[in-house]
């Protein structure tokens, strides 16, 4: 039987990409999940394609930028399931552009959706997890979390800062057995660039984008993560095509 079968997951941006792909690949393990974002329709959809597939999903529009949608995300969790196994703060935005273009609008719902939601996430699955002296928290970093590009400055900050948070928070929770992995993907097809605006990046990425791999292998590294023993953590993945240089 899978170290998956039966864990409470609580995926956030479920709705594409690779929350979407992990969420089918936990499902197929035997994953009960909570799926959460914004479209409403796309949450549903999802839900019903992994119950006539035999699996488990509740649903919840959340915005992660909201502290008490998260929290009331997690409550639902706990009174639908009983206890939170994992959590994968997955949500994210990349609108990349060049610092002079000032699209201050950009900077700040990067921070909001992909620092401030991390930590929003971390905020609402703690004390239960720490109560139950169990739990797991997964927060996608990027290669950008590793490697600054002209371009990427304002994504790249929000993403290190996504891998200081998770060194430190498994620091702090090391002696309530709860694990933290950091899954810093390369190019991955899914709806990510589409934010882009700066169209004097813009093309630029498209080509990077070319060579970019399935969201699924991003969602076997975190089934893989998930299903080692609980005193076994896997504390960071880096995965990139195979052809991507940087
Ligand atoms: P997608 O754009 O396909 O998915 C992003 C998800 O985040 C969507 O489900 C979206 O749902 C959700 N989201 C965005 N804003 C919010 C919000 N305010 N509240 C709740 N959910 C939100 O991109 P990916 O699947 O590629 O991205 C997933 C993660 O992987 C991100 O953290 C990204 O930074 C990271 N990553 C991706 C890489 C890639 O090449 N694809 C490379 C490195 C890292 P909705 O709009 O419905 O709310």
Redesign the pocket.
């Known amino acids: 039987m899978s170290n998956i079968q039966d864990k409470v997951v609580i995926i ?9 792909a992990a969420a089918k690949e936990l499902s197929s393990k035997g994953a009960k999940l909570v799926l ?4 409403e329709e ?1 949450l549903k959809n999802l839900q019903v394609e992994i119950q006539n597939n035999g699996g488990q999903a509740i649903y919840k529009v ?4 909201s502290h008490e949608q998260m929290e009331e995300l997690a409550e639902l969790a706990l009174k639908e399931y009983g206890r939170i196994d994992v959590l994968v703060n ?5 609108p990349h552009s060049f610092l002079y273009k000032k699209k201050i609008d950009d900077w700040n719902k990067m921070i ?3 620092i401030k ?1 991390v930590l929003y996430g971390i905020a609402a699955v703690l004390p239960s997890m720490r109560e139950q002296k169990s739990g797991h928290i997964i927060n ?5 979390g590793h490697f600054v590009g002209a371009g990427s400055t304002v ?1 790249a900050g929000t ?1 290190f800062a996504v891998r200081a948070i998770s060194e430190g928070l498994r620091k702090e929770e090391a002696a309530n057995n709860i694990r933290s992995t950091i899954i ?12 882009i605006t700066d169209m004097d990046l813009k093309p630029g990425i498209e080509k990077i ?1 070319e060579g ?1 791999i399935d ?1 699924d292998a ?1 969602a076997r590294a975190i089934a893989f993560a998930i299903e080692q023993p609980a005193d076994v953590a896997i504390n960071e993945m880096i995965i990139r095509p195979t052809s991507q240089e940087r």
């Open positions: 956030t941006g479920a709705s594409s990409g690779i929350g979407e959460a974002a914004r479209r796309r959340t915005d992660v930028t997955n949500a994210g935005v990349m909001d959706v992909n939601g996608l970093s990027s290669v950008a994504y993403k810093s993907p390369g190019a991955v097809t899914s709806e990510l660039i589409n934010a984008y970019a969201a991003i």
